[in-house]
């Protein structure tokens, strides 16, 4: 009980830094990278529910946080439609391309869905590139308006921008709290642990995997909406290979199938590509082997090697308070690592 | 008629590029159950080390492959030691994201040392000659008669050869290798270090007829994965006979669909494939 009010007094502590932030440090850069940061953090939970909870890997996702951008893009310049149908639409519009390549790609499994995707994302950027009339290829598309006014609100300036931002990042947060505690977010988890098994347990395999994949390409979209009305100008870069291994370092960073994971990564990473201004381009230099370090060594990212610490403190107490007691629980973490190696093998 | 058997023969260029990308990854596909994002790194690096060595030492085309081969190759078998070999008991997962990480830092180094410039690479196989009545380059000819002369080297070296065989007996069974007494380190090295050579040939082949940059490998590699796709995962005809389909239909749909959106066909092609066969054209159960 004392530990849960710990957690609460935390994680309030925490959205309240948040909330303040603005006012403690006036500074228009750092803003702005925060809120970007907040942007990328949507996405990275996206990821996070269908690679870190059901286990499959989507190389796609870069390619339908594009999606959403382009979406809310062509919506708003060229339709001229007001901005919040504009932004429900191009989540709507993101899920449904999601549900129709779910369809087809949850066919596959492991290393073919991986590639599959990948080649998906590949589609859509070319695509997004070529298609000149349409997405005004490499030239982009300029001129997006920021989000309309609710009555007196206004969201021009960038303070304004940051909190909208960070509303949506935790309403994305308590979604996702709200989706991993359920019967659902177990189930996915059965998924992860092993199809077989879930399948024996009469689980609809494939009904669950459509749902996590939607759910993954609704919250992909839903950050692209967001970046193309804060950034106001998007390029067919977003959705290149590159856009999805930088989404991928955020994840692993903070801790795949971990609920903190996401924000803990992106932040660390993205302030830390900060402090390495210098490098710019080079800065893969240092995430690249960063990456496969982290896969051998911390294979659940700084919140997961955290837990891992905390369980290991906490069975050791257990340990000193009852002698008696000679075995050791099996950790979370071990847990999945042998029942995977299991589907592996067999 | 002419435009089509100009374009054939540039199908067969193509693909033999393509063929010798996919084998390298096939290879360690069949043995490890790895899919190497990184090898399309490995690929550029190939054509940037052979760029290299005729530049600053001056040395001969042919000499310069060799060494590329030889390095590139080397560092095959470093990754593997460094980081595969940590992973062997890991989620398949983290395979993947390893070999992603390892992409990202060649690239980066890659632009580091040489610069994000478009390079082209000389050749003396520069002459025009006419042939059958096409008219080609040297190079072409070259790439297409190198790369068979590897595919034929490879099978011999797997079929007739005591150490080819072991290749052979990991992909078929890891643990049955294992109990005959074939050390599987070894023969895990020795696959990434041909992988790597391959690597590095075709893209010394055919960096005369493209450019060389640090991204050059983004595209191939992703089209190599459509090839062993098509061609069965671990097959090594399938690679031969996928980068050759692919090439072909690349050239052809290059000329009478749409220049554009050539890049497109192959992964439409593999879409269109995996959503009927969701383990590839040639799956073998229980490889």
């Not at chain 1, 199809?195 to 993954?216: D, H, P, R, W």
């Not at chain 2, 390892?102 to 196989?125: C, H, K, N, V």
């Amino acid at each position: 009980m004392a530990a849960l009010l710990r957690k609460r007094v935390f994680i309030i502590g925490l959205i309240g830094l948040a909330v303040l932030f603005p006012l403690i440090i006036q500074n228009e850069y750092f803003l702005h990278v925060l809120t970007l940061a907040f942007i990328w953090m949507i996405a990275v939970y996206g990821l996070n529910l269908l690679a870190g909870y059901t286990g499959y890997l989507s190389l796609a996702h870069a390619g339908f946080f594009a999606i959403g951008a382009y979406a809310l893009g062509l919506l708003t310049v060229k339709a001229g439609m007001n901005y919040w149908i504009a932004l429900v639409l191009a989540c709507l519009i993101t899920s449904g391309i999601g549900f129709l390549v779910g369809l087809v790609a949850l066919r596959t499994r492991e290393h073919f869905f991986a590639i599959y995707t990948l080649c998906v994302g590949y589609i859509i950027y070319l695509v997004i590139d070529k298609w000149d009339s349409l997405t005004g290829g490499v030239r982009g598309l300029i001129g997006i308006p920021a989000p309309a006014n609710i009555g007196p609100v206004s969201f021009e300036n960038p303070l304004s921008q940051y909190y909208f931002i960070l509303a949506f990042l935790l309403l994305t947060i308590l979604v996702m709290y709200r989706i991993v505690h359920s019967l659902t977010g177990r189930t996915f988890m059965a998924i992860r642990n092993s199809e077989e098994l879930a399948q024996t347990l009469g689980i609809s395999t494939m009904k669950n995997k459509l749902l996590v994949f939607v759910l993954s390409t609704f919250f992909a979209g839903l950050a692209g909406a967001l970046y193309a009305s804060f950034i106001r100008f998007i390029g067919p870069d977003i959705g290149y290979i590159t856009i999805i291994f930088d989404l991928l370092t955020y994840l692993l960073v903070g801790g795949i199938g971990t609920l903190a994971g996401p924000v803990v990564g992106t932040f660390l990473v993205v302030w830390v590509s900060q402090s390495l201004q210098f490098l710019q381009d080079y800065r893969m230099l240092i995430f690249g082997p960063l990456l496969t370090l982290l896969i051998i060594f911390y294979p659940r990212g700084i919140v997961g090697a955290f837990y891992e610490w905390k369980m290991k403190r906490t069975g050791k107490k257990r340990r000193q308070a009852r002698p008696d007691r000679r075995k050791p629980e099996p950790t979370y973490a071990a847990t999945q690592t042998s029942s995977e190696k299991k589907v592996k093998e067999g | 008629m002419d435009i089509l058997t100009q374009q054939l023969f540039n199908g067969l260029t193509i693909g033999s590029v393509y063929s010798l990308v996919a084998l390298g990854l096939t290879l360690v596909y069949g043995i490890l159950h790895i899919p190497n994002f990184a090898h399309g790194a490995l690929y550029m690096l190939g054509a940037y080390i052979t760029l290299t060595t005729m530049l600053l030492w001056g040395f001969n085309y042919w000499v310069a492959i060799a060494i590329s081969v030889l390095v590139v190759g080397l560092l095959g078998v470093l990754m593997d030691r460094l980081v595969f070999h940590q992973l062997r008991n890991a989620p398949p997962i983290h395979d993947k994201i390893a070999a992603i990480g390892i992409l990202l830092f060649l690239e980066a180094l890659a632009q580091l040392i040489w610069g994000a410039d478009y390079r082209s690479m000389s050749t003396p196989y520069g002459e025009v000659i006419n042939m059958f009545g096409l008219t080609v380059t040297m190079q072409r000819v070259l790439i297409n008669v190198g790369a068979i002369a590897v595919m034929i080297l490879l099978f011999v070296f797997l079929k007739k050869t005591y150490i080819g065989a072991t290749i052979i007996a990991m992909a078929q069974n890891r643990e049955g290798a294992h109990l005959v007494g074939i050390n599987t380190n070894k023969v895990a090295m020795l696959t990434f270090m041909l992988s790597g050579g391959l690597a590095a040939f075709a893209a010394s082949l055919s960096a005369p007829i493209n450019l060389v940059f640090p991204g050059m490998g983004h595209l191939v590699i992703l089209k190599a994965f459509v090839i062993i796709i098509l061609g069965g995962m671990g097959s090594i005809p399938g690679a031969i006979v996928g980068g050759y389909i692919l090439g072909f239909s690349e050239s052809l749909g290059a000329t009478y669909l749409s220049n554009d959106y050539k890049d497109i066909i192959a992964f439409l092609l593999l879409v269109i494939i995996l959503s009927f066969k969701p383990k590839g054209l040639f799956s073998r159960e229980g490889f």
